[in-house]
Every structure is written in C-alpha cells, then in structure tokens.
C-alpha cells in the first residue's frame, strides 16, 4: 500500500478510508480515527517515527507500524 | 449540615478535569488509593448550597468506557457499581471546547447507563478568541442534560455549576442515543434474558477485560459473563465495539452540526509555532536536555539556603533539649535519637518540593508528551517506549508512583521493562545520600568560567548515570525477556498551557506531605530502634567502658573532654550496635565503608533515606549530644580505623555514591512492583540483579581509586 497515512508528506492532509478492526486498536477510533475523517500530517519525530497528526482536531501520536495499516485517499 | 451527594467527575485527559477539581473543593481534598489497587483516589468535598454538601471523586481520566488500563476500569468499576458507596448521584462530565467532540464520546456512554449527568464545557474563555458559538439550548435539548460552560482557568461558571449539581434531581436519566442498533437482535436478546438490568451495563461488562484487581460484581453479572460470553466471539465483540463507536460519533457529528459553529480556524497557533522548535531534530533534544540540566542546578543551589538553615535548626533543637531537660534515657532519647533521625528527612523537603514543582510543571505545560514523542524511536530500540520516559523522569521524584506511572503503556513488555528499569533512576530519596557525601568529597568549585558548579556537575553526573544504567538494563532485558511485542501506541498531544499556579501548588504540597510522612514514619521508628540498640550492650567492655579508657590512656594526660569521647566511642564499639556492625564490617570494608557505614547501609534496605538518619543518631550517640553539630560536621570528622585519613574520602564517597545508585534499597517499590506484575518473581530479579551490581559498581570503585 503505497496511500496510508505513513505516506502523507508534511501538512498534507487527507481522508481516511477503510481499515481492518484487527490492525488498529479502538483506542485510535475513539479519538477519531474514523473512516471519513480528515486526517493531516503534523510532522514526524526525529528516525521518521512516530507521527504526529491531526486528525479532525484532536493531535495525536502513532508509530508508523501502525500508520501503513491506515489507507487514506489523497485530494489531487 | 444537610444532605450530602456523590459527585464524581469523568472526562478525557487533559480537559481540565483537575483544574475543575481543585477549583469545587480547594485545599479540602485528600488523595488516597482505591481498596486493593494503588489507583489514586482523589476525593474532596464542596460546599454546593446551605443545605447540600457534595463529596467530590475526581475519577482518572478516560477517552471512553473501553477500558484499557487499571485506572480507566476503575472508572467503570464506580459507575457501574450502584451499591459502592462511591456511586454517584450526579456524574459531571467534564469536556473542552476545542475538543468536543471527541469528548462527547464517554458522554454518550455514561448517558446510556441512565446516571443523571452534567455537561461541562471548560475552556469556555477560549471560544471568543477561537471564534466558536455554541447553541447550549438545543444542545441541554439533543443530549437530555444541563450543559454549563465553565472557565476553570478564569474561576468562571464555578457557581453555575453548583446550582446545576445542586438541581440534580431535575436531570432526567434518559439516554441521548440509541446505540443498541449496532446489533438489534444480540441487544434483544441480553434485554429478554436479564430484564432487571440496564442493557448497556450488560454490554460493558461483556465487553471489558476487568480482572486488573479484585472487582465486586453481584452474582447475576458473574453468572452473565460465564454463560452468554460465547453468544459471540472475541472478534465478533471487538467489531462490535468498533461500530458502536462509528455509531457514536456519527450521533455527534450530528449534533455538532446543529449547534457548533467556528469561523475560522487559526492553522498558525502557538501549537504549531512551539512544535516546530520543541520538537525540531536538533533544537528539540538540546531544548530537553537544556531543561533537565536547569532543574538539576536549580535543585542544588536554589534550595542549600533553606537547608542550611533546617540542618542548623535541629542541631539547635537537639542541645536545647539536652540543657533544657534533666539528663536521663527518656532526654538522650529525644535529643540523641529522635531529633537527629528526623532532622535527616526534614531537611531534603526544599529539594523535594523543588523536583516535584519542575516535574508538575513540565505535565501541566503540556511539555511532557513532546518529551515522550522525541524518544519514542530511541526508547523502542531499548525495548521501551517513549512513554516509558514519562516514569523515568517521574522516578526522579520517587519510583512508586513512576511504577505506577507506567499503566498507560499499552504493550505488557515495554510496561514491565519500564517497570524493572525505573528504580534506577535517582530517585529523591537518594538525594539525601548523594548530597550529603557530595558535599563531603566533590570540592565546591565552580568549572568552565564559573558557570556550572562541580558539586552540581556531579548530581548531575549521577542522574545520568541512573537513566544509562536504566537503558542499559532495558536493552539488555529486551534481549533476554521472552515475551513478544504487540504494541501499539496512541498518545494525545495536548495544547500548550501556562501551567496554573493552584494545581502545581497543590500538587508539590500533597506529594512533598505524602513524601516526608510515609519517610518519616520508617525513619522514626528506625531512629528509636537504632537509639536502643547503640545505648545499650552487655558484658564488661560496654559496662565497664569508663574504667578501661580511663586506665588505657592515664599516661596521655587528656582533658576531660577528649577522655569523655573515648569512652563514649568505646561503649558504642560494645553495644549491641556495635557488635551487629561488626559482623558486616567484613563485607562492606572493601568498598571503603567501616562498621557504622556498614549499619547504615543495612538499615537504609528500609528505604534509601533512612542513610542520614541512621548515620546522625549513631555519632549523636557518640557524641553525647553536647556541642551543636551539623551532620555534615561529624561525617567530615570520622577517620578511617584502618587506612587512616577521613573516613569519607574521594575514594570512599564514590564508592558510596555507586552503591547507592544502583542498589535495589526500597520496600515501598519492591511491594508496587509485586502488585503490578502480580508476581514476587519480578521484584526478586530486580532486587537481586540491582544490588549484586551495586556490590560490585562500589568495589570496583574503591580498590582503584584508593
């Protein structure tokens, strides 16, 4: 998958899209990591990982392992 | 007085939910535990009206009623329990403008256990600013609530809150959404099987893994959980959970849509600005370390004032009483053995205190969560996490609550490698140690055009050698746990706050009290202990003590004061004391330390601090306790029986200073340990691997710097 959240650049932003229950933890869900959400890359830490993101307001951190499991659909 | 109510306050972390808190009962308020777990329970009480008082739970924080962690099933362990005697008759959940939505989520789920509820919106001083409006009426309407905009921060809306807790009796208990249309028929069927109990109560307990301590279920609930839990499957439940907070949110989103409205959106805020530099690549590290090296000189030099002063106070205190009171065991006791084991715990408070006010400060700022994203990568390469740096850096406060503090980590490894590694880091109880001997081998000099001083250098040098020694021990662990990871991590980044002046107060008094009480207690008692022991022995070299220095040295020609002293340092040679110290010497005298050392160091397995203590009642003892003196005083003063010299030499001090670094001297963290890992395996390994390498980090020491 080449269209995740791992893959955003720098202030881009973007929707999320589909994503296996299993892979992510409801943890992220409840803080409104939601299909249909507006998500914006903030920047990443230092290595690359984690990143920081908006996602629809709420700033929140993940590490990349599970961003790659996020697919997100970019606005050309 | 009249009536009383519970109130318990729920909300997400970082709403300023604490503030609120602080803000209903002010300084009336205790912190305790929850029966049989080490959760800390906040409670305090309010006056609300004349005639209704309100005992206030501040509940730990939680995003949702899906618990993940001790603290947050707790919060559904007192919601759901109607018979404890917490329940309570209003719940307040406390939200933050700018992140309604998100909290509105736990609302919506405290709603559906039908428990009359208050919605606080705090913050509400920022919605000018932000360019919010907000419809409260259609808003009290849609979730069947009051809603009350409060501003802890600004003291504002505190009185409309009370008048809304006060009207509890009005709050209708109806739920605001329907969540069951996740899957009508399994909601059916819990209703048809179980029709005196709420639905969604049915479901939490269903869904939550809540055998983190010993939790009280009524039998109808035990008996649910064993015979219905495979009406569906683990991942049929977890997919359920998944929709019922799409459904959630999809009701919020709704209702936002009605009655929110923000113009514009700031994208270049402070946030934003802070972020660039706080956690740039470079700047953001130096920043850090920066930080940690400024609090660390600050808790050097800013508080040797008060300090001096305390040390000076009960050196005073204790030569008052013994020329005030007739001589006697019951005076010695006091003056000798009391006072000085106390005045060794009373004086590190300013240091303390300090160390508690930088470590509230940098939570409360928002700064913290920064720290735990810079590290992340390089703490997972040692098997941590970047949230383990949050106890690490608490340890320095004290290990117990950094232990605790490592619930939040979501991956049992990470968690327990955290756990095991953070009684290295320095903790304030060795801070009376490393002083102490600091002051007694490292020359006061200032370095590098006087602007660091070596004495600071040096505590500063020992602090890094705690946390070298914690990644070091983690990444060995790492290596050698056989556990596999399945970690995930989710943290929030909270907005930037000016820390505020009443919760960082409260909370530097609360832990420095609950500090110098527990210590105290310990070294009280070994005090008097220790007194006992050193002033009393048998056999004909302690009784006869003063006939055999009198006749030993009759040829010297000493004056009174000096022979006065030999007999007092030869009947401690024979006390009881004496002969126990003895027995160790053999052990410890590689190191550079002699018999007294040697029962200090045994008594401080009690808890680190009790060194000082024990150290000023065994030469008060000696002394007899009639010149004014400074512990520090009688330290530099003791000679090595057998190399000669001071006896706290640059060799010795070093040795002691690793000792105590690495030395696994705590009770009170070997017994959190054990409740967290709900093993004596953990804590044994730990307790044995942390002194066999303080044995040896000192030995080494010594022999070649000797």
């Known amino acids: ?76 | 007085m009249g009536k009383s109510i519970n109130v318990s306050l729920i909300g997400n972390p970082n709403t300023g939910k604490t503030s609120l808190f602080n803000r209903l009962t002010g300084l009336n308020q205790q912190v305790g535990n929850y029966p049989g777990i080490t959760v800390e329970k906040k409670e305090g009480v309010c006056k609300i009206d004349r005639s209704l008082k309100a005992h206030i739970l501040d509940l730990p924080g939680t995003y949702s009623l899906n618990t993940t962690s001790i603290d947050e099933s707790i919060v559904v362990e007192t919601l759901l329990n109607r018979n404890s005697k917490d329940f309570p008759d209003v719940a307040v959940v406390v939200s933050d403008i700018e992140n309604l939505k998100r909290n509105l989520l736990v609302f919506t789920q405290i709603k559906d256990l039908e428990i009359p509820t208050i919605l606080v919106i705090n913050m509400a001083d920022r919605m000018e600013r932000k360019a919010i409006s907000l419809d409260i009426d259609l808003m009290q309407k849609e979730l069947n609530t009051s809603v009350v905009l409060v501003s802890a921060r600004k003291n504002q809306g505190i009185d409309e809150l009370k008048k809304a807790i006060a009207n509890y009796k009005q709050l209708t208990t109806e739920p605001c959404m329907n969540a069951s249309v996740i899957d009508t028929e399994y909601f059916n069927t819990l209703r048809n099987t179980y029709p005196n109990q709420l639905v969604y109560k049915l479901w939490l307990v269903i869904t939550q893994d809540v055998n983190f301590g010993k939790l009280d279920r009524n039998r109808d609930i035990e008996d649910l959980k064993k015979h219905k839990f495979d009406i569906k499957s683990e991942a049929d439940l977890k997919k359920m959970q998944h929709k019922e907070t799409v459904v959630r949110y999809q009701f919020i989103n709704g209702l936002l849509k009605k009655v929110l409205t923000v113009d514009k959106v700031n994208a270049k805020d402070l946030r934003s600005r802070l972020d660039r530099i706080l956690l740039h690549k470079v700047w953001g590290y130096l920043i850090f370390f920066f930080i940690l090296l400024l609090i660390f000189q600050a808790i050097y030099d800013w508080s040797t004032y008060p300090m001096d002063w305390i040390d000076g106070t009960f050196a005073s205190i204790s030569s008052w009483i013994n020329s005030t009171f007739p001589a006697g065991p019951f005076t010695d006791l006091f003056a000798e053995g009391i006072i000085p084991g106390l005045g060794g715990i009373v004086i590190f408070i300013p240091q303390i205190a300090f160390l508690f006010l930088f470590i509230a400060i940098l939570e409360e700022s928002g700064y913290m969560s920064r720290v735990v994203f810079l590290m992340d990568h390089i703490m997972k390469r040692f098997g941590l996490s970047g949230k383990s740096v949050v106890p690490l850096v608490s340890g320095t406060a004290c290990a117990i609550p950094a232990v605790m503090a490592t619930r939040n980590i979501e991956d049992w490894k990470e968690r327990l490698i955290t756990i095991l590694v953070v009684p290295f880091t320095t903790c304030s109880a060795r801070l009376p140690v490393y002083l102490i001997i600091i002051a007694l081998v490292i020359p006061d000099e200032r370095i590098l055009g006087g602007a660091f001083n070596m004495q600071g250098l040096t505590l500063m040098l020992l602090y890094l050698l705690g946390f070298g020694a914690a990644i070091f021990s983690a990444w060995v662990l790492n290596k050698v746990l056989p556990i596999k990871r399945k970690a995930f991590f989710v943290m929030e980044m909270p907005a930037y706050k000016l820390p505020m002046f009443k919760n960082v107060a409260i909370t530097v008094i609360e832990k420095t009290k609950s500090f110098v009480v527990g210590a105290g207690k310990i070294i009280m008692a070994i005090s008097i202990v220790l007194w006992i022991l050193a002033s009393y022995g048998v056999g004909d070299q302690f009784n006869g003590a003063e006939q055999i220095v009198t006749e030993k040295y009759a040829s010297q020609n000493l004056s009174q004061e000096e022979l006065d002293q030999k007999i007092a340092s030869h009947e401690l040679e024979y006390s009881f004391i004496g002969y126990i110290g003895k027995g160790i010497e053999p052990a410890v005298r590689p190191l550079g330390y002699d018999w007294k050392i040697g029962i200090a160091i045994v008594s401080s397995f009690a808890a680190r601090e009790v060194f000082v203590g024990t150290l000023a009642t065994i030469y008060s003892v000696e002394s007899d306790g009639e010149e004014e003196q400074t512990i520090k005083n009688r330290m530099a003063a003791e000679t090595n029986p057998i190399l000669g010299g001071p006896l706290f030499n640059f060799a010795s001090g070093i040795s002691l200073l690793l000792f105590y670094a690495f030395a696994m001297q705590c009770m009170s963290t070997l017994a959190i340990v054990k409740r967290e890992t709900n093993s004596w395996k953990w804590p044994a390994i730990q307790f044995l691997f942390m002194t066999a390498a303080a044995y040896f980090a000192a030995l080494g020491a010594f022999q070649i710097l000797k």
Request: hydrophobic share 40%.
């Open chain 1, 1 to 76: 998958m080449s269209n995740t959240i791992a893959h955003l650049k720098r202030g881009e932003t973007a929707i999320i899209k589909e994503f296996d229950e299993i892979d992510v933890p409801l943890k992220l869900l409840e803080m409104g990591c939601l299909p249909g959400n507006r998500v914006t890359m903030m920047q990443s830490a230092p290595f690359k990982d984690p990143i920081y993101l908006d996602i629809n307001g709420t700033h929140l951190a993940i590490r990349r392992e599970t961003a790659v499991k996020i697919s997100v659909e970019r606005h050309g």
